[in-house]
């Protein structure tokens, strides 16, 4: 078994990924991608990935969602993933094939550079905590109706942040969060974008979307202070460039969330919106 790889562009410069690319912060999108694993797959039957079917992962970073779209499409179906940092994706996508069917392939490339890839159309393109990370999410949702099938299937899930809380209250826990959200807006992301999706399908011209499924999880303080300390380990380059705290507040905020671990509360993540539409069979061309 084998990677195919495609390269349809070069990296961009300006990367817009704020939270960087380290082994932590790899290793936080597959803890984070194994939370809202059933979520995922829920979302993926309810837009019809089946048997045979081809499918695009953008922004598959460590390809955790391209693993379960292999187990619906099976050995007949195609899935590919898209991302800028083709290092990690490319090393997710041989670690695949070497344990499953030879279904994956790469396309590297920068969605809001790439125009075009060989292999479209796709009956499912998918995008997972994507929009949160571009500036214009509208013109990146036009280009992925594009590739689209007709009777394909257009599957975008993104968070609302300000929903998160912890109950009871825990301070450190949200004083971290304030903090993080304070520097994803300085840095420019929409905080609630999950809950706007839909109604950016209709400013993409995309249409009423056919669903939108809102999902959450409350986890203990452990997992949770966990997840935040690492998150906060992934934007403090940003937070010291915005001035938003400096290195002795980063430092007194970890060791408060760490001894918030063993709190007997609990945190309330992210929404994550799911939202899809299917795109008509009399778009396709005669």
Not at 184 to 195: A, L, P
Not at 249 to 275: H, I, N, V, Y
Request: proline share 5%; glycine share 6%.
């Amino acid at each position: 078994m084998h990677m195919r790889a495609v390269v349809e562009h070069r990296v961009s410069a300006q990367d817009a990924y704020v939270l960087g690319r380290t082994q932590r912060e790899y290793e936080r999108l597959t803890r984070q991608a194994q939370i809202w694993e059933p979520a995922t797959r829920q979302a993926l039957l309810q837009a019809g990935l089946s048997q045979g079917h081809s499918v695009l992962d953008v922004g598959c970073g460590p390809c955790d969602v391209m693993r379960l779209m292999a187990e619906y499409v099976g050995p007949a179906g195609r899935v590919f993933g898209m991302d800028v940092d083709a290092v990690l994706a490319s090393h997710a996508i041989e670690q695949l094939s070497q344990s499953g069917p030879d279904v994956y392939s790469l396309i590297a490339g920068d969605i809001t550079d790439v125009t075009q890839v060989s292999q479209a159309p796709f009956d499912l393109v998918f995008a997972r905590l994507l929009l949160f990370h571009i500036d214009d999410p509208a013109a990146v949702l036009r280009r992925l109706w594009e590739w689209v099938r007709p009777g394909g299937a257009l599957l975008i899930m993104d968070y609302d942040i300000t929903v998160t809380r912890s109950a009871a209250q825990i301070p450190v826990i949200e004083r971290t969060l304030r903090l993080c959200n304070d520097t994803f807006r300085r840095c420019g992301r929409d905080i609630e974008i999950g809950t706007r999706i839909p109604s950016l399908f209709l400013e993409a011209g995309i249409g009423t979307p056919d669903a939108c499924n809102v999902s959450s999880v409350m986890l203990p303080a452990a997992p949770s202070t966990h997840m935040l300390r690492d998150l906060l380990d992934s934007l403090r380059p940003q937070i010291l460039r915005h001035r938003l705290a400096d290195e002795r507040a980063l430092t007194r905020l970890e060791f408060d969330l760490r001894a918030a671990a063993g709190c007997d509360s609990f945190m309330r993540w992210p929404d994550l919106t799911a939202t899809w539409k299917r795109k008509p069979e009399a778009d396709a061309v005669n």
